[in-house]
């Protein structure tokens, strides 16, 4: 794969974006990770499944040229089908986040179970900013940190730093630059030593606790971002302007 690399040890599937330094999602991109997801929720041999990236950020987000009229269908069916085989992975799935986690490559965080975060990591949700909306951390936020402070993230499109993560409940675990592959290593040793298909169980029984499940929540905000928030004037605004690198100007109340 041209982007993401998977490598295969002690049982341990390790896919790691690699497009450095800032790990900008492309719709090719999308295609090889959710590739690689699928490969691992195959793989027999596999207990825990690694997200990781190389370059100072785990991913500055989606291209916004893949935002444009004539792209965002194919880009956000794509995208969303990342996590639909993401949550189809029966083991557990740990994001390892070195630095920024922004945009789409927040939402590839918080869709993982466990999150172990750098003190160099931020994390945020600027799509508001461009004119649109992030579907996935609109659908994950609010189960995972409450709805007041996710509504703060989704609408004000402000990132905040690893600890003030780790404080709502975003991430597992925060430690120093220098100590943070031997705390990914560490974090998934303890997985790794566990019963696998109970691992799975329990991963399983959480699931089944979600109610409207997430595929069927996804599906809707999907049909609600593609038919009602990229017809209006503003989100091809805000697209537009930056990729003209001006602001915009909005035009709807």
Partial sequence: MATVSVQNQNGVTRIELNKPPLNVIDIAMMEELEAALRS???????????????????????????????????????????????????????????GAALGGGCELAIGCDFIIASEKAKFGQPEIKVGVFPPIAALLLPRLIGRKKAAELVMTGEAIDAREAERIGLVNQVVPPESFSGAVDAFVGKLTALSGIVLQHAKQAMRLGENPGLDAALSDIERFYLYELMRTEDALEGVNAFMEKRNPVWKEK
């Fill in 40 to 98: 691992a929720r195959g793989d027999r041999a596999t207990k825990v499944v690694l997200l990781a990236a190389q370059g100072k950020a785990f991913s500055a987000g989606v291209d916004v040229a893949d935002h444009t009229a004539e792209r965002v269908d194919a880009m956000i069916k794509k995208f969303d089908n990342i996590f639909r085989t993401m949550w189809s992975i029966e083991q557990p799935v740990v994001a390892a986040v070195q």
